[in-house]
């Protein structure tokens, strides 16, 4: 091997293994070292006469959306944005209005992540170049393809061993705060990591079924592959189990056609005798390890998905629904590559309770971030590819390991985002050049400007040296950089807004550090509302600032708002209940529709606000009349309150809606309270027929019984009571309390001697 190509696989492998093993590549150091790597990779080619005799798909899709992507940082005029994406222009001119910036602006809803996203694609572009000169040749595919699988079992390994030692920092010094993965490892995202282990799985599998090796390296294949495997389904991810179970089923298809099809010359007994237990080792003990684990998390997860979750607010089925809305106010554009998260919280409405940062669905992620016309063009470059790397199937055990691994990333892709990772992508490029290579051909050395491979090392190290600079920070680090300041700086919000002219929190931390000027805070308030009119620490803010300025009305919509996008509303009831003294106002701030009832009736009570409580609540059943747990609630707190009218209603309205023993017994228990005996006695006139367990029923016809002795009449009583003294399934405390009840009838009908044997009877013992 060449020195130049010594250096190229040093910087190919690089760049693979700290994409893997240095948290997928997402800390932004990662990426600026990968993009250097693939600058390396590429340079090292720069003087070679060899090159690709055409143009091969995997260079044209990743061509395509680094240029994509280039064009939407072009700076533009306003006239040009605004017949573009006339509404981003609009929120991105509003935004630049509040930092006193001028001047041109980009296609970009948020440049500082849409530079990132270049210099990944222009990276991604120079590796894959790299790595098609390579797999030119069956020994190059086959070296990528065990690089591949080394790099995919390390990762295993390492999750492996994190998983059985209970470790809770990731190599012993990284302690996630943003995630909890089932198996600690270098790609934190359980979906991510089970999404790199098919495709390792699948690759694996390939190797091990490679005729041209020794034995022992065919064994080393076959332990990756069980590894990967196995560590994946400790992941539970259901995407992952997906993608595992289309892999085997590639694999094993291909494998199969390609033995029936292939020609009696090239069925020689050698490879008879390494292919066919080797097929047999790799399938069955992969279908053991699926079948033994069919038992445990996986399964289970499989199990526990519901219909109910494509309705569910804060699923990610709710959230391509969300999507839709971006796609229609920018069609042309899209919001950027990279302006995703920005530009989603304020088209979400569960974004009050979980943000997303990407799609979890890369082909709609696509016509978010590009538009239609730029997602019809990398359509058409995917379909071009895949039909492409079909027409490799008859290239052997290496071809269908790859195919198998394409298909579970492109599986695992639906519901997930892990080709958006580095530790996934890279991967699956370098697995796609084995399946998208081209012939090479001899031709005269390139020199200066006309040299695509210089243009192309420039094209990754100008975004790497931009992305590497402070003025290309990513979302996610502008927010440490907002949360972790002592005080808040508006210098720091602004500069934050430029470069994230979509995102929230930085207004909303520009309105704090204006505080001192209300109108001005108020201004950086509504533009963070308008961009996150959800969330509910913004509305709570805004609710503060207007009840200091006289407006209790307008504070009441707004902690309104704040609730309903809050699931711990305890420390905002409090709030509510000091700035509103009386009662109903209280009550008024408090929304009737909000999820959580019995949290909100509870923390009223615990403030010693049953007051607030009750009128709540009856605007609570009012809105919601079906919801019988309200009525209970309603009920609780009028029955502290000895609101015995209010009680009434309640209870009334429970036994109607949830008619059993208990509902219809409580019901009577608040009429005699009131003095309607009759009624109680006609509430309790079916019971017999109501379900109930025996306590309850034993409870409802005592009750009964203590309607006959209110009524007066003592040989009804009588007769009732001693039906239940002599019943079996009474209580011995139950049956004193009979006694005792039958001393006063017994009295009451002159048998006094009677009365004193029943009072001795109700003696505890």
Known sequence: MRLRDRIAVGAGITALSTAVLALGGAPTWSVVVIGFAAALAVASQVTSRRRLARVSPLVVVLGAAAALTALQLVPLPDGVLAALDPGGHELVADSAALTGDRGWMTLSLDPGNTRRALLELVAYLGLAWVALRFAASEVGRFRILAVVAVACGAAAFVGATHYVLGASA????????????????????????????????????????????????????????????????????????AGLAVAAAVFGVTIAVQRLTANAERRTPDALRVTVPALIIV????????????????????????????????????????????????????????????????????????TFSHLENEYLQAVVDWGIPGAVILAGGLAW??????????????????LAGAAAVATQSVVDF????????????????????????????????????????VAVILPAIWVASPTSRTLSEDHDRLTNQETPSLELAQDAMRLHPLDYLAPAYAAAASRAEPAKAMAYLNRALTLHPSHPDLHRVVARLLVQSGRPGQARVEYQLALRGTSTPEALIEEIVRAYPD?????????????????????????????????YLQHVVEVVPHNADAWQYLL??????????????AAKRRSELLPSVATTSAYARILIRRGKVTDAERVLAGVDR?????????????????????????????????????APAVRPETRRQIHARMARVEEALGNLRRAAFERAAAQPR
């Not at 282990?197 to 065919?218: E, N, W």
């Not at 076959?222 to 990967?228: H, N, R, T």
Request: aromatic share 6%; with cysteine; proline share 5%.
């Open 385 to 402: 590819l895949v039909l492409f790397s079909l027409r490799r199937w008859r290239d052997g055990a290496l071809a269908a390991g790859a």
């Open 418 to 457: 892990g080709v958006e990772m580095p530790g996934v992508a890279i991967p699956t490029i370098l697995v796609a050049s084995t399946l998208a290579y081209v012939r090479l051909r001899e031709g005269s050395p390139l020199r200066g400007f006309v040299n695509p491979r210089a243009a192309l090392v």
């Open 690 to 726: 109501m379900p109930g367990a025996t306590g309850e029923q034993v409870a409802v016809r005592l009750l009964l019984c203590d309607v006959y002795i209110e009524q007066k009449q003592w040989q009804r009583s009588r007769e009732c009571l001693s039906a239940m003294r002599d």
């Open 583 to 615: 009662a109903a106002s209280a009550a008024a701030a408090i929304p009737a529709d909000y999820r959580a009832v019995e949290r909100v009736a509870r923390t009223l009570a615990n403030l010693g606000r049953p007051d607030v409580a009750s009128i």
């Open 636 to 649: 609780n707190v009028a029955e502290a309150r000895n609101d015995l009218e209010t009680a009434e209603k």
């Open 170 to 241: 990731l190599y012993g010094v990284y302690t996630p705060h943003r995630a909890s993965p089932d198996v600690l490892a270098p790609l934190l995202n359980s979906n991510h990591f089970a999404c790199l282990l098919a495709l390792g799985a699948a690759v694996s599998a390939g190797l091990a079924m490679y005729d041209r090796q020794s034995t022992r390296a065919r064994a080393l294949w076959i332990v990756v592959g069980l590894g990967c495997v196995a560590t994946a389904l400790l992941t539970h991810s259901r995407g992952g189990a």
């Open 283 to 354: 399938v069955c003990t992969l279908v053991s390890v699926v079948w033994v684990s069919a038992s445990g998390g996986v399964s289970r997860d499989v199990a526990e998905t519901r219909a109910s979750e494509l309705s569910d607010p804060l699923s990610k089925y709710a959230a391509w629904r969300s999507s839709m809305t971006l796609i229609e106010a920018s069609p042309w554009v899209g919001v950027g590559r990279g302006g995703f998260e920005a530009s989603f919280t304020r088209v979400h409405p569960a974004s009050a309770y979980h």
